[in-house]
Every structure is written in structure tokens, then in C-alpha cells.
């Protein structure tokens, strides 16, 4: 990139005040192309009072009542979905939601439609669901399915193959599977048919694990217990997607519970995410020990019981005795982690003296990104020790 494309860029940043100086730094001047001045124009609706593009904003950022026609923020939608590569539309869409009062666009079906598919979009859609008019409902529900679906695509593979590679290794099973294969009796039992010209071993037979056991005393049982407090809305996304796909498991039972000062059982609807999702009320006081209770009442076995706790520690109820139940939990032999997110947004913001404690109970105690999400669960379902995977995470 030359220099008189770095200066036309700070130019797109900087807003429409800084023509003159920048220009100065040209010989020519710095004549926008067609592309930019729309971009230009794009941005200025956000960044710079919004008159420019016609967008009807304030210098205060707020938009009165004769603010933009829909046309108007329509065409802007689409023109920034036109302009600007993906990463950068979902940054500026939330830009607009903050800095321009646009929330209401999550209120009207053509608005929907036109913006770009965003986990933070959807978790502020969500927190506003109540206020929804009832005409756009249904659009709302769809923008929410393809944030699912998208989702549901990167990690419905990986966590079902984390699932499938928890295995009983002290029993074989005629029945092959990849994932289940046990590498060193295979060879050790085929060595005597090394092939010299090949260099290979050519197996007269293949041993596989017996996978775990489906039987309803030997299933794992996978629950999460998930905070619904306003500032978990990506958390929760995660959570409701994860728990669909491991109750679609034949070998795993799962329960999902939100809790803010209340708690909610919306297992019975992880059959559909979007519905799940639905069922949670973003927002509220924090009453964790109230629901870590409720959920102990649905350890079985406790050595074939994942308790996963996700929330920001933000406790409003008992604290000590949220952490003594944590504590019994752990002692019992449930396999217990608290998450203190599911996000790609950098160190989340969290009760950084109850985390201590926490992790002081030897419970893992961190933030995980989305793609970490099967790993953890194949290694806590392996019974491995996950100190190691924390620091991995963390680090």
C-alpha cells in the first residue's frame, strides 16, 4: 500500500474535519474514490454526528423523533454489508446499536433480515426479547437460527467426537470404530506379521475399546448450571448449543438449569437450541448457591457426573455456602469446572476474590474459547487432570 492509500485510510477514520490537513500531505489532494466516499459516508453515519449520509443522527448520538426513515437505515445496513469485509460489518453494526440508540433495530422484521449474523447482536436480541413486537417475533427467531446453526457447525463434530473417544479401556468390542481403536495390542499382537519389503505391519486383526457403556447406570451425566445474568449473553448462546448437541447423545444425560435470583429447568427443551434460548430471561439479580443446590439433586453417580458452572462468580446470595457445596461436590467425585465464560472476547469480567477460592478448592477456574469446548469435555470425561488443559488455556 503507497502512502497516499495509508493517508486516504486515516482520512475514512478520522471523518470529514480532517480533510483539509490530510489533504495537505498530497500533492493532488486526496480524492476519494467512488468506494471510499461511500464508505465514508458509511462510517460518518456512526462515528461522526451522521449527517453526512443522511442518517438522521445527532452529534449526542441519540436519535430524536424525526430521526431515519427505515429506508434510510435499510440502505445503510446494506451498504455497509457491501463496503466492509465480515469481521468489520459486525463491529460497526454494534457500534451503531451503542452509539446511535439503533436498538431499535432489533424491534423490526426488514432490520433484521438485513443485518449480519453476530453472537453479540444476538445476545442483545435476547435480552431484549420481551419487548419484541409480536410482528417480529418470527424474524427474530430466524436471525437468532442462523447465529445456531452457525455455530452448531463448528462444534457439533468436535464435541461428538469427544464423546466418542471417552472410552472404557479395560474392554474390547468387536464392533470396529476409529476413534476406539487400541493402537498397542494391535501392533504387539501384529508384529509377528511385519512385511520387510513393505516395512509395515499387516494385522490379522483389529482391536477396538468397548465404548461406554449406554446403559442408564454407566451414562455420563453432563449438567450445566448456567447464569443468565445480563453479562453472560454469549455464555449462554454457547451453553444452549453444547447442551442440544450432548442430549442428542445416546451415552450422555444432560441437564441445563439458568438461574439468576430464580432457577429454571429448561432441560425438557434442548431438543431445539432456538427454543432453549428462548426459555432463558437475560438479566437479574445472582443467586448461585440456590441453584448449585438445585442441580445436586441430580448426581447419581457421582464419578460419572461433569458439573459445569458458568457465570461470572458475581454471587448475591450465600457465599459461603456456594463454595461449600462446590467443595462436596468435588469431594464426592464429581468432576467439576467453573467456567467463567464461553467467549472469544478477551478476560472476561468476574468476582476475582470468589475465583480464588474457587480454584483454591483444586476446581478449575478459568474463561474458555468456544473451539476449547471439546477438548475440555473429552479430557473431563476421560478423567483426566485438568490443571494442565487450565494452563494451556490461561497462558
Not at 101 to 108: A, I, N, S
Not at 146 to 162: P, W, Y
Not at 182 to 190: A, M, Y
Not at 268 to 285: A, I, M, N, T, Y
Request: charged letters at 25%; aromatic letters at 6%.
Amino acid at each position: 500500500m503507497d502512502t497516499k492509500e495509508r493517508i486516504k485510510r486515516w482520512r475514512l477514520i478520522l471523518g470529514q474535519e480532517s480533510e483539509k490537513r490530510l489533504s495537505k500531505m498530497t500533492q493532488d489532494g486526496l480524492g476519494l474514490s467512488g468506494e471510499q466516499q461511500l464508505m465514508d459516508q458509511a462510517l460518518a453515519a456512526i462515528y461522526h454526528g451522521g449527517s453526512e449520509a443522511g442518517f438522521g443522527g445527532s452529534a449526542s448520538g441519540k436519535m430524536g423523533g424525526k430521526g431515519p426513515s427505515r429506508p434510510q437505515i435499510s440502505r445503510w445496513l446494506g451498504d455497509v454489508r457491501t463496503l466492509f469485509d465480515k469481521e468489520l460489518v459486525k463491529v460497526i453494526q454494534s457500534d451503531a446499536m451503542e452509539r446511535c440508540g439503533l436498538k431499535e433495530l432489533l424491534m423490526e422484521p426488514e432490520m433484521l433480515e438485513s443485518l449480519e449474523p453476530d453472537i453479540g447482536l444476538a445476545s442483545a436480541l435476547l435480552a431484549l426479547k420481551d419487548q419484541i413486537p409480536k410482528g417480529s417475533k418470527e424474524s427474530a427467531r430466524e436471525f437468532i437460527k442462523k447465529i445456531v446453526e452457525e455455530i452448531n457447525r463448528l462444534l457439533e463434530q468436535d464435541i461428538r467426537r469427544a464423546v466418542t473417544a471417552s472410552v472404557n479401556r479395560r474392554q474390547h468390542s468387536p464392533i470396529p470404530s476409529a476413534s476406539a481403536l487400541d493402537f498397542p495390542l494391535t501392533i504387539r499382537r501384529g508384529i509377528k506379521n511385519y512385511n520387510p519389503e513393505l516395512k509395515k505391519i499387516i494385522p490379522e486383526h483389529f482391536y477396538f475399546f468397548d465404548r461406554t457403556a449406554t446403559t442408564a447406570a454407566n451414562k455420563y451425566t453432563v449438567i450445566l448450571d448456567v447464569d443468565q445474568s445480563g453479562s453472560m449473553g454469549e455464555s449462554v448462546i454457547y451453553s444452549s448449543i453444547i447442551s442440544c448437541i450432548l442430549a442428542s447423545m445416546a451415552a450422555i444425560k444432560t441437564r441445563i438449569v439458568a438461574f439468576d435470583t430464580n432457577v429454571v429447568d429448561l432441560t425438557e427443551r434442548c431438543g431445539d437450541p432456538v427454543d432453549l434460548l428462548f426459555g432463558f430471561q437475560l438479566g437479574g439479580g445472582t443467586d448461585i448457591n440456590r441453584s448449585v443446590a438445585y442441580c445436586q439433586q441430580f448426581i447419581e453417580n457421582p464419578k460419572k457426573t461433569l458439573f459445569f458452572l458458568v457465570s461470572d462468580l458475581m454471587e448475591g446470595g450465600n457465599r459461603a455456602a456456594l463454595l461449600r457445596r462446590l467443595e462436596e461436590m468435588k469431594v464426592s467425585g464429581v468432576t467439576v469446572v467453573s467456567l467463567l465464560a464461553i467467549s472469544d472476547q478477551g478476560k472476561p469480567y468476574y468476582d476475582d476474590q470468589i475465583a480464588q477460592k474457587v480454584a483454591a478448592l483444586g476446581i478449575p477456574c478459568f474463561a474458555c474459547s468456544p473451539d476449547r469446548l471439546p477438548l475440555l469435555l473429552e479430557r473431563a470425561l476421560k478423567g483426566m487432570d485438568l490443571a494442565s488443559l487450565e494452563k494451556e488455556i490461561t497462558s
